[in-house]
């Protein structure tokens, strides 16, 4: 891998390089290529797979052009100095006008590049001579804007080979279908069509929404500020009416998730439309959930050093009365439901509901974006049907959970990252009383049925466990103390 150091580091500093870890600890075997077509001025991309020691290979995309541009660094591709494709003007040209009319570009000897539209090609055809600029993080990490602010280019960066349509694909359509006002318009989407006939999403064509940034940004920066000015007058509390436009924001996005809601339970089709939860299911879910628990016991054992003391005494009382605690919250939440008469609906979900998720255009419009679902799993599983208390719980989390712990943690954090315990506490108590307001004003615009989004809450709970101590353990402490909290262990 020596002769690959340069390019290692390209990778590695890329934002959508989800194989970081790997790289750092030399498990990258070997980077391997198909040929791309980047000659003569058509300005695509390069197919790349990394060989990953005892996992399964990541694909993922390069887009790349000849020749450097002013001030940005370049790898080495054969005999080529090579750019990032995608800070080329031409480049949105360069790929739709070679794609268009469904006419397939051959991206080496067995791969295809194919668009597809989901409407008349008169509004594409008139934008395919457009300039297109790189995006940082406006719409859903959409890659470039296209015109003036007219279309919204979202390309893949890591895809994923597959005989079953990505979710992406299939929700984003359904949801134009239903003619869902909260997601903005969908005009088509580009795929690689692979040699076994498999197909990888590549990039989503969408209307583009001029907007002030998503609600995590927006919210974590509000609501750092109303903290920082409250210590600094020596106030132990705010008031209401230093966060009326942030209650007002959160209103409006319960409003628009009952929106979001009720277009997926008007879905048609055998793998889409609703189905009553049977007693059958309610009994399936209860052992699911009671594997995942047993499962997240043994993560917390192995790893109770590594908590600081304020939360290790309380995991502590957790672990050693587990069983007691865990059947207490199942069995008030689920014998309610087993013995109803009519238990609920399963449907389809957005899977990744969180604030990131959320963009406020400059109109004070709320658009959900991004229906991939969990991208850690597999397409199957985001196909699941769940409770419809699903997606409600996963906002909840973001809201209740880490939006919470990330702006008092980012108060307490000195320059060398060390948290003083003094100032999270004082941050708390600020702050803590706002997203219980914050988490009201969500939740009472929903149909909330109490029962499954507590169960939903348990389970997104666990997940999150699993999920910050495989990628992000230093967030591991944010669902520990909620499932202590949630669990209410003192």
Not at 114 to 142: A, G
Request: charge should be positive; aromatic fraction near 10%.
């Amino acid at each position: 891998m020596k002769k690959q150091t340069d390019l290692l580091k390209y990778i590695y500093n890329q934002r959508w390089c989800n194989f970081k870890e790997d790289i750092t600890k030399g498990n990258v075997k070997n980077i391997i290529f198909k040929e791309a077509l980047f000659d003569n001025d058509k300005k695509f991309f390069i197919i790349g797979k990394a060989e990953i020691k005892n996992k399964n290979p990541v694909f993922f995309i390069m887009p790349l052009a000849k020749g450097v541009i002013d001030g940005e660094s370049s790898i080495k591709y054969k005999n080529y100095d090579v750019y990032d494709a995608l800070k080329a003007p031409d480049y949105w040209s360069s790929l739709m006008q070679s794609t268009c009319f469904n006419k397939p570009l051959t991206i080496s000897d067995d791969y295809s590049l194919i668009y597809q539209s989901w409407f008349d090609l008169d509004f594409i055809t008139n934008h395919l001579k457009d300039n297109s600029v790189p995006l940082n993080v406006e719409q859903s990490n959409t890659t470039l804007s296209i015109g003036n602010d007219v279309i919204a280019f979202k390309q893949q960066r890591l895809i994923e080979f597959s005989n079953i349509q990505n979710p992406e694909i299939e929700m984003n359509y359904n949801l134009m279908k239903s003619k869902c006002s909260v997601v903005p318009k969908t005009y088509g989407h580009l795929f690689l069509l692979s040699p076994k006939g498999e197909s990888a999403l590549v990039g989503i064509v969408q209307e583009f929404i001029p907007n002030k940034g998503d609600l995590w940004s927006i919210a974590t920066k509000k609501l750092s500020l109303i903290l920082r000015k409250a210590l600094k007058n020596k106030e132990e509390k705010i008031f209401l009416k230093d966060i009326k436009d942030l209650r007002g924001i959160i209103k409006n996005l319960g409003l628009k998730t009952s929106e979001m809601l009720k277009c997926l339970s008007s879905f048609k089709g055998e793998d889409l439309k609703p189905e009553t939860i049977t007693l059958k299911y309610v009994k399936d879910y209860k052992e699911k959930l009671q594997n995942q628990i047993a499962l997240v016991k043994n993560v917390l054992l192995k790893n109770i050093d590594s908590f600081p003391d304020i939360i290790k005494n309380r995991l502590n009382i957790l672990l050693n009365n587990w069983e007691k605690y865990m059947d207490t919250f199942i069995k008030k939440n689920l014998s309610p439901i087993m013995k109803r008469k009519r238990k609920g609906k399963l449907m389809r979900v957005h899977g990744d509901f969180h604030l990131g998720q959320v963009i406020l255009s400059k109109k004070g419009e709320i658009k959900l974006i991004d229906f991939a679902g969990e991208p850690n799993v597999s397409f199957e599983k985001r196909r699941e049907k769940h409770p419809s208390q699903y997606d409600i719980a996963g906002m909840y989390r973001s809201i209740n959970g880490y939006l919470e712990a990330s702006v008092i943690k980012k108060y307490a954090r000195n320059d060398k990252g060390e948290l003083n315990i003094q100032k999270l506490a004082s941050a708390y108590q600020i702050i803590h009383p706002i997203i219980e307001k914050l988490t009201e004003d969500f939740l009472s615009q929903q149909n909330i049925d109490k029962e499954w989004l507590n169960l939903e809450i348990l389970r997104r709970n666990l997940y999150e466990i699993d999920y910050e101590l495989a990628y992000r353990p230093k967030m591991l402490s944010v669902p520990v103390l909620n499932l202590l909290n949630l669990l209410n262990v003192n």
